[in-house]
């Protein structure tokens, strides 16, 4: 009899963290990254997106989504670092940092996009009341589709321990979410040289590049006429 060979998981994903330069050299610094609060998000829709003609149900949504803003934060990041919108949006119109990581796959979800909003009958439902916490968590990851391009994973993180001084939440890095490569916007102005000392200072090995708008296309290259003095990064 042949044995049968192992079914193969795929253990982690690359997933990219873009923010302004401020931020970034503070997650670098401090090894950690803010975690977003569900009443922070730019989508008004939000959590918020079921369609209801009952007013009342629309109404019950939303201590639910303040609840959850007590207890629960996410991360947010992307499958891709060349996306031209990302960086406008979320990174200092290009003046940021994108940083990629290699993410624990279990951990992360992806978002689903979607043409309409769900309904109650999505979710098998009557009744707002009457939806449970796996479709709340659902409904937490379904967006509109106009927002497919930001090709979005979220990470659920439970809220302990805010910051003394800010009374923000932050997630260390880890190895299940470990910092890979440092990514410069094209209109960055960090020196090359604080990355470096920030990096060596708490041990890391990662890759560093600058980006750049591509010639013909509407994407994000790498500039590789960039000279830096980092190690490329390994797997």
Known sequence: ??????????????????????????SLRDKRIKIARFTELNDPFDF??????DSGGRLQLKPIKEELDQTTGIICMSTSWQEPLLWGHYADKHKGICLQFRCAYEDWEEIKYRAERPTLRT?????????????????????????AYEKEFRKFVPL????????????DFSSRMKLKRVILGSKCDVPVEMIHRLCLHNGDQVGLIKSKPANFSFKVLEDVQFEHCLPPDED
Do not use: C, E
Not at 3 to 11: D, E, N, R, V, W
Not at 123 to 147: C, E, I, P, Y
């Open 1 to 26: 009899m042949v044995a049968k060979k192992p079914i193969s998981f795929q253990t982690y994903r690359t997933l990219y963290y873009y923010t302004s330069k401020d931020f970034a050299l503070q």
């Open 48 to 53: 918020l997106g079921i369609s209801t003609k």
């Open 123 to 147: 979710f098998g439902k009557t009744s707002v009341a009457a939806l449970s916490k796996h479709d709340l968590r659902r409904l937490s990851k379904m967006k509109f589709n106009q927002w």
């Open 160 to 171: 302990s321990n805010p910051d003394f001084v800010t009374g923000f939440y932050f997630h």
